[in-house]
């Protein structure tokens, strides 16, 4: 009972770091058409940055947390504007293509500033625990937990209820007709690529808590991206839960499939390949995931 | 309130889609621009809107002027913040948001929000159908409601111009009686001034004080409502009267004898 308690548990906090990876996915997709697969990258540059000011400057931890986000939402807005804002109205492939370009840009860009090691964030809340009912939870999750939850309800809040959030979701439908209603289209597709990064980044900083701040991880984003497409690519609400849902079934694979052996085959780490599993299945039998609807229609 | 002196654009800087054309709106009256399909009417009110970059559109020569102002180089959202508003062919709007928001979005120049619920209750009153859908996905409603949400989403903005674009396209003879009688009453009561592009003539010269009648890319005709309707060949082409002022009969159709006169 315990052991299971204690795998959801690390199952959701790895779940909302992909939650939160995966909502940038969704947040740009939605407004710009863009599939952004330097998601992961954006992740990476808000741990080096984090780590850069909580490690080697030793600012206190939660200036350096903020400041970094507000660096890696003024690098969201500055990829729009130096290079997405010129490719509108350019197909799909190409945009992608871009997008992977500046993913191999940041990587080389971070390893150039701050190397190519394995380094830690100087964090308040790692390497310790707190005990619940006879259960140890490591504070890490807990702060990681709880901040994505706040963040997903502002979020869903946000694109409900302010005017703000629904003109982004008008442009994301229709940019043209938005700007029929006098939306500034490409305000809107900068703010689309700042929330996107700024989620990123915050998703970069826990996740570099719970392990480490290497290049490498920027891998993790392409996993976010099958938690993406399990929850439609639409849908924000689906995000969050493909994410979790991801998390949780990685965890849980990596607990009881590791080493199973069936007829002669040994699985081996399953860890890796439980997400890339989920995203061909969600591709074969339902491309447009879980909450992602073909589009509205009437009957 | 808008006049256009010989505007002239391109698509994909080859085809020359508008001729050299001019007309004007004045203020309170309802101007329409009548033609059959591709004579140029959507794409002058996509000029006129600002919609270019995504159609490829250019503007060669001539001038946009609104209250007095060149806006011929403005973006979108600029020229729907000065007072000008188009609701667009098919209506588009945004499916998958509710009634409401669709209506926040149209909203969205309004500086003073405490001002939205006023224009909101004074456009149900116009469109009482629409009351009683606040908080329905727009996607799922009829045609006809569809349409009036558009030029609903429109009119909460609190435009000083309205251009519609085509408002009868693909709806019932009835509900589109209805939306004109709508629109006619908006203009004598509130004082719209609104530029009613259509492709039925009859009824839109019957709310309109004056109409221009497009053909390949150039305005052909022009004249109050009252003379275009008194004109043979507007009734011949497009109002489909014979002389004798009986409706047509097809099986005497000999179309190719009469040419239009203003093609030398």
Request: charged content about 15%; proline content about 2%; hydrophobic content about 45%.
């Amino acid at each position: 009972m315990e052991t299971i308690i204690d795998i959801l548990f690390s199952g959701l906090s790895m779940g909302s770091v992909y939650s939160l990876i995966a909502l940038g996915f969704v947040l740009i997709f939605k407004s710009t058409g863009i599939l952004n697969f330097a998601q992961g990258e954006l992740c990476m540059v808000g741990a080096f940055v984090c780590y850069y000011f909580a490690t080697r400057l030793e600012i206190p931890y939660l200036i350096a947390f903020l400041l970094s986000i507000a660096i890696g939402s003024i690098l969201g807005a500055l990829i729009d504007v130096l290079v997405f804002r010129r490719l509108v109205g350019e197909p799909i492939h190409s945009t992608i293509l871009v997008t992977i370009g500046l993913a191999s840009i940041l990587v080389a860009l971070s390893g150039l500033i701050w190397g190519h090691d394995t380094y830690s964030i100087n964090s308040p809340f790692v390497g310790k625990t707190v005990s619940f009912g006879g259960m140890v939870f490591s504070q890490v999750s807990i702060v990681t937990i709880l901040v994505s939850l706040v963040l997903f309800g502002l979020f869903i809040l946000f694109f409900r209820r302010s005017l703000l959030g629904i003109a982004l979701m008008g442009t994301a439908e229709d940019s043209d007709t938005a700007g029929l209603m006098g939306i500034n289209v490409k305000k809107m597709r900068m703010i689309a690529w700042i929330l996107g990064s700024f989620v990123a980044c915050i998703a970069g900083i826990f996740l570099a808590e719970q392990s480490f701040v290497h290049a490498g991880m920027a891998h993790t984003g392409i996993k976010a991206m099958s938690a993406a497409i399990l929850g439609g690519m639409q849908s924000i609400g689906g995000a969050i839960i493909g994410g979790l849902l991801i998390g949780l079934v990685e965890n849980l694979a990596a607990t009881f499939l590791t080493g199973f052996e069936m007829g002669g085959f040994h699985f081996g780490d399953v860890k890796d390949v439980t997400a890339f599993a989920i995203m061909i299945l969600v591709l074969m039998i339902r491309p447009h995931g879980i909450f992602g609807k073909k589009e509205v229609e009437r009957v | 309130m808008l006049s256009i002196t010989n505007l002239e654009t391109t698509y994909n800087d080859i085809v020359l889609s508008l001729k050299g054309i001019s007309l004007e709106v004045p203020a309170g009256r309802i101007v329409s621009l009548l033609g059959g399909n591709g004579a140029g009417k959507t794409t002058t009110i996509n000029t006129i809107s600002g919609i270019r970059n995504s159609v490829n559109l250019k503007i060669e020569t001539g001038n946009i002027l609104f209250d007095g102002r060149e806006i011929s180089h403005q973006e979108p959202h600029d020229i729907v913040t000065s007072g000008l508003m188009q609701v667009p062919e098919g209506r588009r709007i945004f499916a998958e948001l509710t009634v409401e928001e669709n209506l926040k979005i149209g909203s969205y120049t309004l500086k003073d929000r405490s001002h939205f619920q006023e224009h909101c209750h004074r456009v149900y009153e116009y469109f009482p159908i629409l009351a009683q859908r606040t908080n329905q996905l727009a996607g799922y409603m009829s045609g006809g409601e569809q349409q009036m949400l558009a030029i609903a989403r429109a009119l909460v903005a609190n435009p000083e111009l309205i251009m519609l674009d085509e408002p009868s396209l693909g709806l019932a003879p009835l509900v589109v009686q209805e939306i004109f009688s709508i629109i006619h009453r908006f203009n004598r009561e509130q004082g719209y001034t609104i530029l009613l592009v259509e492709q039925n003539a009859n009824l839109a010269l019957s709310i309109s004080d004056y109409g221009y009648i497009m053909e390949n890319g150039k305005i052909v005709m022009e004249g109050t409502s009252e003379e275009l309707r008194k004109d043979k060949d507007i009734r011949e082409f497009y109002l489909g009267i014979s002389e004798s002022g009986k409706r047509k009969s097809y099986r005497n159709i000999k179309h190719y004898k009469r040419r239009k006169r203003w093609l030398s």
